[in-house]
């Protein structure tokens, strides 16, 4: 049995290499679609019925992401293992809670599961039967392979409650390796384009020969600093534009009316969750969002520059300690600075 884990371990690894060497880490949009994942399996149930050879099966279960940090998988695993004359087979009806560690394109996980199990055992004329609940734990990982197909490749260790006489002990225990493909059935929803409406060409100015008073001294130049929130802008851990932006819409107007203006700085920032790294490379996505959006409204690029701050200079600081109550407590850290804005206004 140590021998066979330390293979599934080593395997695991060797996955989890390959995969990352094969697709960049980098933050993936959530696919709410469900996804279907046939699976091999790969069982060994602890020599409990008397068989020292482990077994094979095949896997199917149907899974959903519900949150940026769980997915749900139900479905099952039937398996059988033979040997001198003696047959064990297992069927498993389950359902898995996923909680990823992220969702970068490599991601592991921990796995929860409950379910029922049916053992049948054969021996000569011999036959076993009983169906008991059992729970489960694991490990495990997936790997984005295209935008509707990632590898999940887990470790499983089960414990099912045997109450009657059908066999002489209580509880049995089985370890489970699989390695599957999941196919998801939508692709992720891509934000509609940008319209960019023309300006309407100005009326022709007509000269008029006639002596103007000289214009007033122009005033002094004012900076102003605008700071959007993100979570306008963007979902939880997104930097996918909102379609409907007015504010952005304002300040890509007022840049129009004021050409003279150049080298404004736009930073992204992110709220404390996460590592370090990760919100790093999610405040400069969110500040090009906001950058290719000015410039798809008719800003020259070179006007523009976008930078990721991370969780650097936090507005608020909080210690809540459920997840959802941080998250909303952290709403004020997650924002948008766009800066160093010289407006030339005459004040009446």
Known sequence: MR????KIALALALIG???SAQVMAQNLDLNPSWYVAPSINYTNTDNRFGLTKDGQGLGLRFGKAINPSWDIQLGGITARTKEAGTTYKQNLLSVDALYMQSREAVH???LFSAGGQQDKF???SSDKSKTSPFLGAGIGLQAQLTEQLSLQADVRRNMAYLSGHEFNFKRAYTTYASVGLNYFFDKVAKPAPVVIKEEPKPEPIVEVKKELPPPPPAPAPKFEKYTLSSTELFAFDSA?????????DQISQALKETPNVSNVVISGFTDRLGSDKYNLKLSEKRANAVRDYLINSGIAANRLNAVGKGEANPVVTCTNKKRADLIKCLEPNRRVEIEQMTFERRVN
């Not at 021998?3 to 330390?6: A, E, G, I, V």
């Not at 996918?240 to 952005?248: C, D, G, H, I």
Request: positive net charge; without cysteine; aromatic residues 10%.
């Open 3 to 6: 021998n066979s884990m330390k």
């Open 108 to 110: 592991p996980f921990l």
């Open 17 to 19: 290499t390959a995969s």
């Open 240 to 248: 996918v534009l909102a379609s409907y932006q007015p504010k952005l």
């Open 122 to 124: 054969s021996k000569g």
